[in-house]
């Protein structure tokens, strides 16, 4: 199946079948667990806003939104204040700091929807957040 591109295909078509709120559970789980071991604080600015991400290879989509400093599931399917899409490895590059949100933004490879202004807020923020040891790239 390599270079026949049936698998990224059928890892869509399996991703589409995952119902929101499960993936949006995973996700706040660990964005959760992020912020209660002090690796991700949202800023103030986030209160009361909600945020979509779609992994866009694997065909999901979370939702969420910050409610009271913490990370919470939005089970509704209004539409988010803030909606980001990319690729699996590209997110991923972006949580390591391996590649910003402008690099990704500019070559395409990173969808950005909704209230602007927050975009930037959330930019910023992820720029500056510090990044735990373990996910950190190799020296």
């Known amino acids: 199946m390599t270079g026949s591109g049936k698998a990224p295909s059928l890892l869509a078509a399996l991703g589409r079948r ?3 709120p499960l993936a949006s559970l995973h996700m706040v789980a660990g964005l959760e ?3 209660r071991f002090k690796w991700l604080t949202p800023p103030a600015e ?4 909600s945020f979509a991400i779609t992994v866009e290879d694997l065909g999901v989509r979370a939702c969420f939104a910050v409610q009271g400093g913490a990370f919470r599931p939005v089970w509704t399917g209004a539409p988010a204040h803030l ?3 990319a690729a699996w490895a590209d997110l991923l590059s972006m ?3 391996d590649t910003d949100a402008d690099t990704l933004f500019f070559q395409r490879r990173l969808r950005i929807s909704g209230d602007t202004e927050l975009g930037l807020i959330v930019k910023n923020w992820l720029d500056a957040a510090p990044r735990p040891a373990w996910l950190r790239p190799a020296a």
């Open 18 to 20: 995952v119902p929101a």
């Open 33 to 35: 667990l992020a912020r």
């Open 46 to 49: 986030l209160d009361g806003r």
């Open 83 to 85: 909606e980001l899409g």
């Open 95 to 97: 949580a390591r700091g």
